[in-house]
């Protein structure tokens, strides 16, 4: 089994065990988390074919553009709608690159990292929340939240992304970081295009989280960093 199977699978057990844990089946943490079961389940099916992810996102890059053109209405300005727009075409465009050049390992940790920034932001608030980040735009955001989440992403990228990627520990870290803070602002941005657009949810496709794009929000600015950091 490759590395990147390999943590998509762990990643995928601690999901599970997790729904064994909340007792409540009806909160918003359940269905969080077993929406990140079946979703983790599909990544896991798609790291284990060949071209799997390349598929997956195109299908993803389908369903995103149609939630942008849905939600979008012009009368309420179209600065937004069109920025929002492009960032999402150019993760979408440099994941998708990254898929057919075999880079599977790494978007798996750029996933890891970014999502599980969200995760420990939503965990953080919910337990230590008392600061808002940026309540015009994201009511329920916390500043102990986003730094908690960022620890974390610095953390299991000082401690993961050497051993995988042969690079310095403080590098991976302060990759870790990087792509952790503009998870939070790709959050933010979308956050920002919601409230103009008048709308809480891009969709409803998925149970606790809303739809595609309400997802994938923290990519839209990491994606292209990471692009950056490693071929720029």
Known sequence: MTPAFI?????LSFSLIGQLIVKDKRSSLFLRIRSWSWMLSILLCAVGIP?????????IALLASAEIYRNTQLARGW???LCVSLL???HLGLFITLAL??????????LLLTQGNDVLQYLCGKRWGKHKLYEAVSPNKTQEGAIGGVLFSTLLAGFIAPWLLEISPLRAASYGALLSSLGIAGDLLVSAYKRQQGIKDMGTLIPGHGGILDRIDSLLLSTPALWLILWA
């Open 7 to 11: 943590i998509v699978f762990i990643t």
């Open 88 to 90: 999402t075409a150019l």
């Open 79 to 81: 600065t937004m709608p």
């Open 101 to 110: 050049r075999g880079e599977t390992l790494l978007l798996v940790l750029l």
């Open 51 to 59: 071209n799997g992810l390349t598929l997956l996102w195109s299908v």
